[in-house]
């Protein structure tokens, strides 16, 4: 193995063989200007300083320059004449494959990828409450289904305290829910606004003259919870009219609260874009609720690595779209 000095060049006068690398000065790009790469690569190409010049942009003695320091960097001729031109030096000539193959992987990694959603074959990890599926992912699904059939859903239980790792680390693409506060860097677009509404059996005896506030703090309710605890939102509500309910039935999917509904004396409060869906898939009577409860932004959230991602962006122009949708079925509005 050849001697390096401080430098990285060989001394003039050691006995070597030609193509043996220097090692120093090879394994230290640090010490390399990677900006060479794109002049030792068109003046190799083109075994030309002129040609070389006009293909990036740059003048002759520009060039030339630039050979010379590739030179002194690598020890090597590179170029030497030959007739009326140049031809490359074994080393130049193993250089040119690798180097061109190399720049040519590095500009394909560079550049976006292309997306073409009639060819794309990925699953997408989407979190999101059970009543997203019965308003919002069949629209989605049936979209994919016509332009982007390659492409697959794994929806998971929506956790708001395993969110941010969870779409930090790549394991989850996108969640959808509602009222997601802002947090650093991670995005979010209002879907639409929704309210609530209040299901209960069709005969139910309680509600034949309808829904007052003593009726519905009276009656036995079902929470459907999420995160499976806590005081909810009509707890709140109620309680800033000094009242109280009780809850005789609690769960984490509302479709299953809904369908406890449909064989009970229970009542449930819940979005009112899924909850008349459910009502008149079930047979429920729908009823406005008695107080006044907040109103809930729907909307995706991810993490803003995967903004100019091309698959995630239809995946999203796709969700808006599925938003706007009609309901697969009319529903009646909310009774008083």
């Known amino acids: 193995m050849r001697a390096c000095t401080a430098a990285g060049t060989f001394p003039?006068?050691?006995?070597?063989?030609?193509?043996?690398?220097?090692?120093?000065?090879?394994?230290?790009?640090?010490?390399?200007?990677?900006?060479?790469?794109l002049s030792l690569e068109a003046l190799l190409a083109e075994q030309n300083v002129s040609r070389?010049?006009?293909?990036?942009?740059?003048?002759?003695?520009?060039?030339?320059?630039?050979?010379?320091?590739?030179?002194?960097?690598?020890?090597?001729?590179?170029?030497?004449?030959?007739?009326q031109g140049f031809v490359r030096t074994p080393r130049g000539e193993r250089i040119h494959v690798s180097l061109r193959d190399g720049l040519q992987a590095l500009r394909r990694a560079l550049l976006a990828p292309a997306f073409h959603p009639?060819?794309?074959?990925?699953?997408?990890?989407?979190?999101?409450q059970d009543v997203v599926g019965v308003f919002l992912l069949p629209a989605l699904l049936r979209r994919i289904a016509t332009d982007a059939?390659?492409?697959?859903?794994?929806?998971?239980?929506?956790?708001?305290?395993d969110l941010l790792p969870q779409l930090e680390g790549g394991s989850l693409d996108l969640a959808i829910g509602v009222n997601f506060p802002e947090a650093p860097g991670l995005c979010r677009h209002v879907l639409f606004r929704d309210g609530w509404v209040c299901l209960a059996r069709r005969d139910h005896d309680a509600l034949r003259s309808g829904l007052d506030i003593?009726?519905?703090?009276?009656?036995?309710?079902?929470?459907?919870?999420?995160?499976?605890e806590g005081a909810g939102v009509v707890d709140r509500a109620l309680a800033a009219h000094g009242r109280k309910?009780?809850?005789?039935?609690?769960?984490?999917?509302?479709i299953g609260a809904a369908l406890a509904v449909?064989?009970?004396d229970l009542i449930l409060t819940m979005p009112a874009r899924a909850g008349l869906e459910l009502a008149q898939r079930l047979g429920l009577s729908a009823h406005t609720p008695p107080l006044a409860l907040p109103a809930l932004d729907v909307m995706p959230l991810w993490h803003a690595r995967l903004n100019v991602d091309p698959l995630q962006a239809w995946v999203r122009a796709a969700l808006i779209d599925a938003s706007a949708s009609p309901l697969g079925s009319t529903h009646a509005e909310p009774s008083a």
């Open 245 to 254: 309910r009780r809850i005789a039935y609690r769960t984490r999917y509302f």
């Open 118 to 128: 009639s060819t794309a074959r990925h699953t997408i990890a989407l979190a999101a």
């Open 262 to 264: 449909a064989q009970s």
């Open 12 to 37: 003039r006068s050691a006995a070597v063989l030609p193509d043996e690398p220097c090692v120093e000065t090879m394994n230290d790009l640090a010490q390399l200007n990677l900006n060479l790469l």
């Open 149 to 161: 059939p390659g492409l697959s859903l794994d929806v998971l239980p929506l956790r708001q305290t």
């Open 52 to 83: 070389a010049a006009r293909k990036l942009g740059v003048t002759q003695p520009t060039m030339s320059r630039a050979l010379r320091r590739l030179r002194d960097e690598l020890d090597d001729a590179l170029l030497v004449r030959s007739g």
């Open 214 to 228: 003593a009726t519905f703090a009276q009656l036995p309710h079902a929470l459907a919870s999420p995160e499976g």
